[in-house]
């Protein structure tokens, strides 16, 4: 008896619900078939937590569709501040209990690499990405032109980057991209590196991150959601007992 031919399956089209907090700004995002149909956002450096659900409720509305129409639950990891991770990724994971979807996760440095490759498709040159820390120093890793990492993330002060990226990397010149874009582009420029400013934002945002998540889950190449935490909290003073 002949087996019948196997079949199959189409792929899923990805409906991804995007949010991003590791900067000064809360935002939130649906990608639908490789597009984004809504997207919102709040510029604040603190309250993520509070207005995090509403305003994803808020963007889910905007986009005509639901909570349960999500198959992915993309989220920025970071690295930036702990607590906009800390409750970007608890939210996210609650949404994916609630709504069976997969998480992604995004890291805001990859997401604004891939953005820049996206703003100007034909751009060899690597990119250098960066991150307020909220210590002083940035953040700092080396993309490709294809936003691929060529390095870890480090920290360093404005005018130690020039000193400790490889001649080689920055032969043909660097785009630069994210939190003190221009200082750091001046610095370079005093050090005889070429530096192009892309025109994109400087902080990583949910459609940014939707935009990288949808690659990858397309390539099937996707991350967990896991904190890109770099440094400990920096908590404040201990409250006294009342005892």
Known sequence: MKKPPATTLPPVTPHILAIEASANQLSIAVMVNGEVVAARQHLAAH???????????????????????????????????????????????????????????????????????????GATTPCLVLADTRRGPLYAQIFDATAQPMGAIFEASIQQLPHLIDAEITASGLRVI?????????????????AVLPDIDEMPSASMVARFANKQIIEQQTAPLHPLYLADPRLGPKKKSNG
């Open 178 to 194: 994210g939190t003190d874009r221009m200082a750091v582009a001046d610095a370079l420029t005093g050090a005889g590196i070429a």
């Open 47 to 121: 309250g993520h937590a509070v207005g995090i659900v509403p305003l994803s409720i808020e963007t889910v509305k905007d986009s005509g569709m639901t909570f349960d129409a999500m198959t992915h639950i993309a989220a920025g990891c970071g690295p930036g501040s702990f607590t906009g991770i800390r409750v970007v990724l608890a939210a996210a994971k609650g949404f994916c209990m609630a709504h069976q979807a997969t998480g992604v996760g995004v890291s805001g440095l990859q997401a604004l690499a891939h953005a820049a490759s996206h703003a100007a498709a």
